[in-house]
């Protein structure tokens, strides 16, 4: 027996941080949108009590440190299950990127175990669940285009973007989200205006978006790596109607309206950076 599943990268269209809370964790306020690059995941059956993880990516931990284990893990303990299952992860996203691979990897067991074991729990239960792995994995059980808050947990639809191309360009270094958080500096830290970005998502209003797109913790990394900020340049050089960089980074990407603009952006990062996607926004959840 078999399940597959499609795990979707997801980019902040705006990431704002309000204040650091005591459990160690930051209150947010996100707004988060999947794009259609994805790793594939592939559940098989097994009639032992075990959970094994494969993949082929050197960057992938094979034991229980991946989040797709921990999401098998944590199905079997809190339903008491006693099947097993073998992960297979054909890792197409980048890895610690800012594009939570792990976390919708996560998120696609969860999803795709709640089928292959029978489980028969809702969508919203699994989010729920997910939060105990990370702080991203609620919004990818669901996916499409939405308001995150709390740590990052409560998540809350909204309407899809109108299309667009997205560029994504990852430089060649790997950013922990902890190291970004804990390098911030709430004090002198820039804050998007998400209530003008969820109304521009409300109108359909694409100039409205693009001019609304902030992330307060592009400054933290673009002062550890200074290719993020090449990167937004040479984006906007290329004409790029929006330029963010997505969750903790250092991945930048860039929405384009036209066709020939974004090919053209595609192309001159192309040479400068080893992973580059132009892609579409899912929007809605799938
Ligand atoms: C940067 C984002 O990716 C934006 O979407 C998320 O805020 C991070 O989500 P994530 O990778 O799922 O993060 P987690 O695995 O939950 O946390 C990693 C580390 O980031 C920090 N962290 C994360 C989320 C949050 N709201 N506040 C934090 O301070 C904590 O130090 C935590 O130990
Ligand atoms: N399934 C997985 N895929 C990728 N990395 C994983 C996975 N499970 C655990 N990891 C570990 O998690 C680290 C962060 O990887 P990930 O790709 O999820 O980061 P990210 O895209 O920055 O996430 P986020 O945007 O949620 O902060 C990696 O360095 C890797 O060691």
Redesign the pocket.
């Known amino acids: 027996m078999q399940q597959l599943e499609k795990a979707s990268a997801k980019i902040?269209l705006s990431?704002d941080v309000l204040y650091k809370r005591d459990d160690?964790?930051?209150e947010?306020e996100?707004v988060?949108t999947t794009v259609d690059l994805a790793d594939r995941i592939e559940l098989t059956y097994v009639d032992r009590d075990v959970i094994k993880v494969e993949s082929e990516n050197r960057f992938v931990p094979n034991d229980e440190r991946n989040l797709a284990y921990r999401a098998a893990k944590l199905m079997k303990d809190h339903y008491g299950v006693r099947k097993g299952v073998r992960i297979f992860i054909e890792k197409n996203i980048p890895v610690a990127a800012?594009l939570?691979g792990g976390?919708s990897d996560a998120a696609a067991v969860l999803r795709g175990l709640n089928r292959l074991w029978d489980l028969n729990r809702s969508i919203d239960e699994l989010a729920e669940l997910g939060a105990q792995i990370?702080?991203?994995?609620s919004f990818c059980v669901y996916g499409g285009t939405a308001h995150a808050t709390g740590?990052?947990e409560k998540v809350r639809a909204l309407p899809a973007p109108p299309p667009c191309w997205v560029v994504l360009a990852k430089p060649t270094i790997g950013v922990s989200?902890?190291t970004v958080?804990q390098n911030l500096n709430l004090d002198k830290a820039e804050h998007p205006n998400t209530e003008a970005m969820i109304d521009a998502l409300n109108r359909g209003d694409f100039a409205s978006i693009c001019q609304n797109v902030g992330n307060t913790?592009e400054g933290v990394t673009l002062n550890l790596h200074e290719e993020v900020g090449q990167i937004k340049e040479q984006m906007r050089q290329g004409g790029a109607d929006a330029v963010l960089m997505s969750?903790?980074g250092p991945t930048v990407f860039a929405l384009v309206e036209q066709d020939a603009r974004a090919q053209r952006i595609y192309n001159s990062l192309k040479g400068f950076c080893e992973e580059v996607y132009i892609v579409r926004m899912l929007g809605y959840r799938e």
């Open positions: 902040n990431l160690g964790f930051h947010v996100m988060m800012g939570a976390s990370g702080s991203d994995v740590r990052g989200t902890q958080y913790l969750g903790s």
